[in-house]
């Protein structure tokens, strides 16, 4: 009896077809081939051996063909009875782990700070007795989502600090150092979180909050009012099976000397709110809000296209004089906010313009 030998193929074809079928799940097929110099027969011979692996799924027709990754993990559960006795790393232990597959140990690492992190805030702050918890990984990404329903993070802040609204206490979570139990927590598990994920997303109340990772390795920062309020807070984590980043290398981008959290990366768009725009001294006052903490700040002007002169004033200006030994650095302004961020700077106290990245 005579065997049938399956062709070698090209693992870079392969791999090209894996991680940009979610991109193109209807012209893989042609993407692939023009990419590679290959007939469609070719690519097909490919795509059929990733059907046949369980690592994509087809369906539709030969004319409106359409291809999607498989979930090679996909669990959900709901915890109950939590307590503040209750232990998040059991649960990833015993729960998630072991149902990782062929990743690398940085990406289960980061998998592991993000889950932990999340959950505990569940069971020290959510004032909630269950979660429900969800995992799926296919070839290309792991999602892992913590749900409860308890008070929502955004409420909880807002009461804690004694913020005008749910949208300043977004704004604070953002800079980092946010606690309102120093004896337990440092305030710095979500900001360092969002930032070891491809995608990070909160859903609170009425508020939508995404923080993406672009293609330049810059971030996407997004948020919006929901018409459906959501009881308690869900949290999403995205992050690539080919994540080429550490815990230890996010830990150092905001680290000042003696290993300390010392700097902070603030998304002023976070401060301005719908049919607004930043031009006031007020409204400055509430980005600088905390700034002390820091020794460097970072605003990202992303998606601001103007800002008024007593909004740049009161932070480019009077902080800056108030506060010699804190950095400020304004990042991706648009022409016209660089130039009047330009005119406060130089009325500073050291007349020195602001330092701007493109």
């Keep these: 009896m005579t065997i049938a030998r399956r062709s070698r193929q090209n693992p870079l074809v392969r791999e090209f077809i894996l991680r940009n079928v979610e991109k193109f799940p209807n012209s893989i097929a042609r993407e692939a081939a023009e990419e590679f110099d290959l007939s469609r027969t070719a690519v097909n011979r490919y795509l059929r051996r990733l059907i046949d692996e369980g690592l994509l799924v087809a369906t539709g027709k030969t004319n409106a063909r359409r291809y999607e990754l498989r979930n090679l993990v996909e669990i959900t559960f709901r915890l109950e009875g939590l307590t503040a006795s209750s232990s998040e790393d059991t649960v990833w232990r015993f729960r998630i782990l072991p149902h990782i597959r062929d990743v690398p140990k940085n990406v289960v690492n980061i998998c592991q700070y993000g889950f932990t992190e999340i959950l505990n805030n569940v069971i020290d702050h959510s004032v909630s007795d269950d979660a429900v918890i969800s995992c799926r990984q296919n070839y290309c990404k792991i999602s892992i989502d913590v749900m409860d329903s308890g008070v929502g993070i955004f409420a909880k802040i807002q009461k804690d600090f004694d913020l005008p609204d749910p949208r300043s206490a977004l704004l604070e979570l953002s800079k980092g ?26 859903i609170s109340g009425e508020l939508l909050y995404t923080r993406s990772r672009a293609d330049d390795d810059e971030w996407l920062i997004e948020t919006s009012d929901i018409l459906d309020p959501c009881q308690g807070t869900a949290v999403h984590m995205e992050i690539s099976t080919d994540a080429g980043w550490t815990t230890r290398e996010i830990f150092a981008q905001y680290e000042g000397d003696h290993m300390r959290f010392r700097k902070t990366h603030v998304p002023i768009k976070l401060g301005n709110y719908p049919g607004e725009q930043l031009v006031s001294r007020s409204q400055a ?25 007593a909004f740049a004033d009161e932070i480019f200006r009077v902080f800056r004089n108030e506060h010699p030994d804190i950095t400020i650095v304004a990042s991706r302004a648009e022409p016209n906010v660089r130039n009047m961020i330009d005119r406060a700077m130089l009325g500073s106290d050291d007349g020195k313009q602001g330092t701007l990245f493109s």
């Design 177 to 202: 150092k946010l606690t309102s139990d120093k004896a337990r927590h440092t305030g710095e598990g979500i900001f360092f979180t969002s930032r070891m994920f491809d995608v990070f997303q909160i």
């Design 285 to 309: 006052k509430r980005v600088l809000a905390r700034f002390e903490e820091f020794s460097e700040v970072l605003l990202d002007f992303q998606g601001v296209e103007e800002i008024g002169q």
